[in-house]
Antibody
């Protein structure tokens, strides 16, 4: 069974750094792209970027380029989304998803990680 | 850059009724690279339709997708209680982008 299990909710202060994770199981982790999607409170879905764990090829949405870093450690079948300096506006639910390819639809989704940034 | 506009913003219907959701792109979507997702409160999105009209595995046949070019439609033939949710279209292929969503609520 394909599963994507994300790390737990985080509460951080503005300016702090953060790295959240998404662990894949039940399939060959290095053979599928993993995408990240943001959902701000009460709002819609926003595409952030995507990574191919096999060779760490990474693509970012223009809106998120330079704002976050997407990475992966194929030895532990885990993808990451990280911030170097959080802002209050980063408060959102973040989902990872296994996608057909670098610009494809996504069938399997993680349960989401809620990030709250507040002073 | 392509913009996806979903309408209506909210659709108020009763169980058993037919739901018709629209997704309009500002430019033609290549090769009908258009997907639809369902999201219920507190849950991750679920893929319903890809390639504009192909149902994902396990999706009931009351869900159907149609359209090409710039105009796409998701139809739910007879609403079941579990279908009341928010629906998003997504363009893929050259870039990845979601529409703003349509909420289907119980009338």
């Amino acid at each position: 069974e394909v599963q994507l299990v994300q790390s737990g909710a985080e509460v951080k202060k503005p300016g702090e750094s953060l790295k959240i994770s998404c662990k894949g199981s039940g399939y060959s982790f290095t053979s599928y792209w993993i995408g990240w999607v943001r959902q701000m409170p009460g709002k819609g879905l926003e595409w952030m970027g995507i990574i191919y764990p096999g060779d760490s090829d990474t693509r970012y949405s223009p809106s998120f380029q330079g704002q976050v870093t997407i990475s992966a450690d194929k030895s532990i079948s885990t993808a990451y989304l990280q911030w170097s300096s959080l802002k209050a506006s980063d408060t959102a639910m973040y989902y990872c998803a296994r996608c057909r390819d670098s610009s494809g639809y996504c069938v399997y989704w993680g349960q989401g990680t809620l990030v709250t940034v507040s002073s | 850059e392509i913009v996806l506009t979903q309408s209506p913003g909210t659709l108020s219907l009763s169980p058993g009724e037919r739901a018709t959701l629209s997704c309009r792109a500002s430019q033609s979507v290549s090769s009908s690279y258009l997907a639809w997702y369902q999201q219920k409160p507190g849950q991750a999105p679920r893929l319903l339709i890809y390639g504009a009209s192909s149902r994902a595995t396990g999706i009931p046949d009351r869900f159907s997708g149609s359209g090409s070019g710039t105009d796409f439609t998701l139809t739910i033939s007879r609403l079941e209680p579990e279908d009341f949710a928010v629906y998003y279209c997504q363009q893929y292929g050259s870039s990845l982008l979601f529409g703003g969503g349509t909420k289907v609520e119980i009338k």
